[in-house]
């Protein structure tokens, strides 16, 4: 990376339903960190949103909603740029021009679309498809240097990687597009369903009991908790002998993440105890980590001239930073501008 740049931080979470634990100890807790070293912007991407359909009330509900759930998480929207894609027009312009630089077999190897399309990918929309070059759209408008995800979006940003370094050979303008580095949870990238530890708990999955949502009550936590998919085993006391047991070991690793202790000394503490008595510490945890969380959204949920005036003042200051790139872009590129 051209070590003169500026360190920039941008993310981005899609509005398609609640926010949940996945969202935020795999992403949104590391953009809260973020603020206190480096100047951050996060985006509702509600572009990203309708590459598959939305209901136009429900969408916009929850974009407000996405945002009391930044707010409430702790993004201090004085310090950071919050505000929702759509309202900075610099993403699409932008996102027109990389579908030019991008390359089809690049996309055709992206394993997203290929699990959301599913079985009929005919059927999916093309914007579902280049889907990822929107993506790096939204990072190198900015010129963002640095991108706190969940692991599932590593594909997606060595594409971003792949288009800022072609962006720059092609027009001969090294360093222009920064290559933004991916920050990655080292000790939880990936939280999983806890229905089947083997698939990440995401918005989709149809039933509730596969993810703790961050407006969940105590009992809905606890009742989930105890829900939750184990085996008949004990704890084990070697990190080893999770290997074939990915329920056990995913609500193991959140137990660790949330009370910042080693998956060793988890285990040194759990070894030989059945899984009930586990889940009673792990729901204590999680109710004192999220229940906060989601009183507080719900209640910036019931003022959304409130939050639509943070979106608003955040999409104004995105805005003079994205024309100004974009305008750059065009010259490079042998559009004319005009003033
Ligand atoms: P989205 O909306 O699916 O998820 C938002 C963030 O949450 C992370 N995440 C998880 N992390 C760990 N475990 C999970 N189970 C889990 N589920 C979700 C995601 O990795 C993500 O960081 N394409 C992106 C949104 C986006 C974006 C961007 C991100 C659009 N433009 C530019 C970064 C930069 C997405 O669909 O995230």
């Known amino acids: 990376m051209n070590k003169n740049a500026k360190s920039v931080v941008f993310s981005g979470v899609q509005p398609t339903g609640n926010l949940h634990l996945g969202n935020y100890l795999g992403a949104i807790k590391n953009f809260v960190e973020l ?42 929207f004085k310090k950071s740029i919050i505000f929702n894609q759509s309202s ?5 312009e932008l996102a027109w021009i990389f579908n030019c630089v991008s390359r089809v077999g690049w996309m055709s190897r992206m394993t997203q679309f290929k699990e959301k399309a599913g079985k009929n990918k005919e059927n999916a929309s093309v914007g579902l498809y280049v889907y990822p070059n929107l993506m790096a759209a939204d990072i190198l408008l900015y010129k963002a ?36 580095e991916p920050l990655i949870q080292k000790k939880l990238s990936r939280v999983m369903s806890l229905r089947d530890g083997t698939k990440k708990m995401s918005k989709s999955e149809e039933s509730d009991y596969a993810r703790i949502d961050l407006q969940d009550g105590e009992d809905e936590i606890v009742k989930k908790i105890k829900k939750a998919k184990t085996d008949s085993s004990p704890i084990p006391s070697k990190i080893d002998d999770l290997k074939n047991r990915p329920e056990a070991l995913n609500l193991l ?12 000394k988890t285990l ?22 999220v229940c906060p969380i989601g009183k507080k959204i719900k209640e910036l949920k019931k003022d959304s ?27 490079i590129v042998g559009f004319i501008t005009h003033q």
């Open 35 to 76: 603020q206190k070293k480096m100047e951050c912007i996060y985006c509702v991407v509600d572009l990203h949103a309708i590459t598959t359909f939305q209901d136009p009330k429900e969408l916009k509900k929850n974009i407000l909603d996405t945002t009391a759930g930044f707010i409430a998480c702790g993004i201090d």
């Open 88 to 92: 900075v027009s610099g993403h699409a």
């Open 145 to 180: 240097t640095h991108v706190p995800v969940g692991d599932d979006q590593k594909q997606h940003l060595e594409l971003a990687r792949d288009i800022a370094q072609k962006f720059n050979n092609d027009f001969k303008v090294k360093d222009f597009f920064p290559i933004p």
């Open 253 to 264: 690793n959140i137990y660790s993440f949330i009370t910042d202790t080693t998956m060793e």
């Open 268 to 289: 040194d503490k759990m070894a030989g105890k059945d899984f009930s008595k586990f889940k009673n510490e792990l729901s204590d945890v999680l109710v004192a980590t």
């Open 305 to 331: 001239k409130y939050l639509l005036q943070i979106l608003q003042e955040g999409a104004n200051k995105a805005d003079l930073i994205a024309q100004k790139n974009v305008k750059m872009v065009k010259e």
